[in-house]
């Protein structure tokens, strides 16, 4: 069975410029997460999917950043404009279940962002 | 609100000693608590979960931890250590499991590294 894919895998760019995320999950699962993992601190969860609906984008940063997850499958998360904090690795995970499951959350390998 | 403590940012042991990383939570209901690893440039891995039932959880790679619900610890433990082990540990704790969402909230990590 396939993995969690992302991509790119590394982004370097400048502040203020604009930079976009992939994540295709593991086929049928319904629910979808991006997580931001800061270097030295563990993930902290921005948006929750649930098929195409957002079932949490509480801690989502919705001045610049934004998520969608067209058709229930794929998903993309955009920076726009990118700060200097924004520097982290972003962490895709799925889980098969509906929001609210206990079904366990497989991660991809994140992408490594770098803003200069 | 819901937190994880985990004391220990960086621990060292011999290939073939014993480990204990620690984990505390703050957590009003009855907790959902996990472990995961994370390799570099890997994605978190999933090593065991607590939900109910027997305290004692034994997880994949030989690792097992304990809840504790009257210290608010779930710590992993494993009996003798692998240098495929090296690698950094996340504790987690489950919000909104069973229920609305399913976020996990993560402590920041514990690097372990193992000596020869």
């Known amino acids: 069975e396939a993995g969690v894919a992302q991509s790119p895998r590394y982004k370097i760019i400048e502040k203020r410029q604009s930079v976009a995320f992939w994540c295709n999950p593991i086929s049928g699962h319904a629910t979808l997460y991006w997580y931001q993992q800061i270097l030295g601190q563990g993930p902290k969860l921005l948006i929750q999917f649930q098929n195409n609906g957002v079932v949490d984008d509480s801690q989502l940063p919705k001045d610049r950043f934004s998520a969608e997850r067209l058709k229930g499958v794929d998903s993309t998360l955009k920076i726009q404009p990118a700060k200097l904090e924004d520097s982290a690795v972003y962490l895709c995970a799925s889980s098969s279940g509906l929001a609210g499951s206990t079904d366990t959350q497989y991660f991809g390998p994140g992408t490594r962002l770098t803003v200069l | 609100a819901q937190s994880v403590t985990q004391p220990d940012i960086h621990i060292t042991v011999s290939e073939g000693a014993s480990l204990e990383l620690r984990c505390n939570y703050s957590?009003?209901?009855?907790?959902?608590l996990f472990w995961y690893v994370q390799s570099p440039g890997q994605g978190l891995q999933l090593l065991l979960k607590y939900f109910s039932g027997d305290t004692l959880v034994q997880g994949i790679k030989g690792f097992e931890a304990e809840f504790k619900r009257s210290q608010s610890s779930f710590n992993l433990r494993k009996p003798s250590v692998h240098w495929s082990d090296a690698a950094e540990y996340f504790c987690?704790?489950?919000?909104?499991?069973?229920?609305?969402?399913?976020?996990?909230?993560f402590g920041t990590g514990t690097l372990l590294a193992v000596q020869p």
């Open positions: 987690a704790v489950g919000e909104g499991y069973g229920g609305a969402t399913n976020k996990l909230i």
């Open positions: 957590y009003g209901a009855t907790p959902y």
